[in-house]
């Protein structure tokens, strides 16, 4: 008998663990379902999802309709895991009545909502922003807005007016190229830089083209002007004549002007120019400006049209 009571108290604690096993059990399973939801529904994916955009953001500008396509998958994921998230969080306050776990689920489902959007119009700001040259555009873009460039309708005459900066020859070179009907350059402008003009003279001496000046054009501008087959002076057109210089105070050692002057006065004479002329010209300061009047420029050889 003291067997069978000892078996029935044995028995009567397996009924009573079972039943705590079975009250308690579905509570711990159902807390984790909501663990679970939070991390591989939610949390994971979303981070994922966040670092995928930031990346985005930082090295790539997307085109317009691709950001919306992925901005719209992006709204129906996030729906999607909030969803999921939602219905075990039903779950989880039917059978355990505890809502601290779900309202901080909710809390992290409005701050992967905010940073989404957040990512989403930076991604949209990137993509409208305009987009700003590099160094070298910007500093092509300043050169040229020192002079205008163009042909005109009938493709037979180049008009040139301003500054003769670093890169004319190849930009000139290219206009030359698709206007092959053409056989007047008209100039006007202060001068600029020797080596671009020696650039364009050898152009315009290439396409035997002729030169007119249509305003007044100084220092470097004759240069090309003195390139033309024929050249002329419009109503307005002048020239002026001076003597090299350079912009650096100090000076370049690599630069000799005398040399450089000796170069193109020998150019000035093989296009028919006079040597008395080319020596006034480069004995002519810097500083100063000689602008002979078109009967002398006719008489040694610098003007060949009327």
Request: glycine share 8%.
């Amino acid at each position: 008998m003291p067997e069978d009571h000892d078996t029935s108290k044995t028995d009567g604690r397996l009924s009573s663990l079972r039943t705590g096993l079975a009250r308690t059990s579905p509570k711990r399973l159902r807390i984790l379902t909501l663990g679970r939801s939070f991390l591989w529904q939610l949390v994971l994916p979303r981070v994922v999802v966040l670092l995928t955009w930031a990346l985005l953001n930082t090295v790539v500008v997307l085109p317009m309709r691709l950001l919306y396509a992925l901005v719209l998958i992006d709204a129906l994921l996030l729906l999607w895991q909030a969803r999921c998230f939602l219905r075990s969080a039903d779950a989880h306050i039917r059978d355990t009545g505890h809502l601290a776990p779900v309202w901080g689920g909710y809390l992290a489902i409005l701050f992967a909502g905010f940073a989404t959007v957040t990512l989403w119009w930076d991604a949209i700001l990137i993509a409208t922003a305009p987009v700003e040259p590099d160094y070298a555009e910007q500093e092509r873009l300043a050169r040229e807005a020192l002079y205008d460039l163009s042909i005109t309708p009938d493709g037979r005459r180049l008009i040139f007016a301003g500054e003769i900066p670093h890169g004319l020859t190849r930009r000139i070179e290219a206009m030359m190229e698709d206007a092959p009907a053409l056989r007047e350059v008209a100039l006007s402008g202060p001068g600029g830089l020797i080596y671009e003009a020696r650039g364009v003279a050898r152009l315009i001496r290439e396409r035997a083209l002729d030169t007119v000046a249509e305003g007044t054009c100084a220092s470097a501008c004759t240069l090309i002007f003195a390139a033309g087959r024929q050249r002329r002076l419009a109503t307005e057109g002048a020239l002026g004549f001076h003597a090299y210089a350079l912009d650096f105070p100090g000076g370049l050692p690599q630069v000799d002007l005398d040399r450089e002057q000796a170069r193109d006065r020998a150019f000035l004479i093989e296009q028919g120019i006079s040597a008395g002329f080319a020596d006034r010209l480069f004995a002519t300061a810097s500083s100063d400006l000689w602008m002979p009047d078109s009967d002398e420029l006719r008489r040694e050889g610098v003007l060949t049209r009327p």
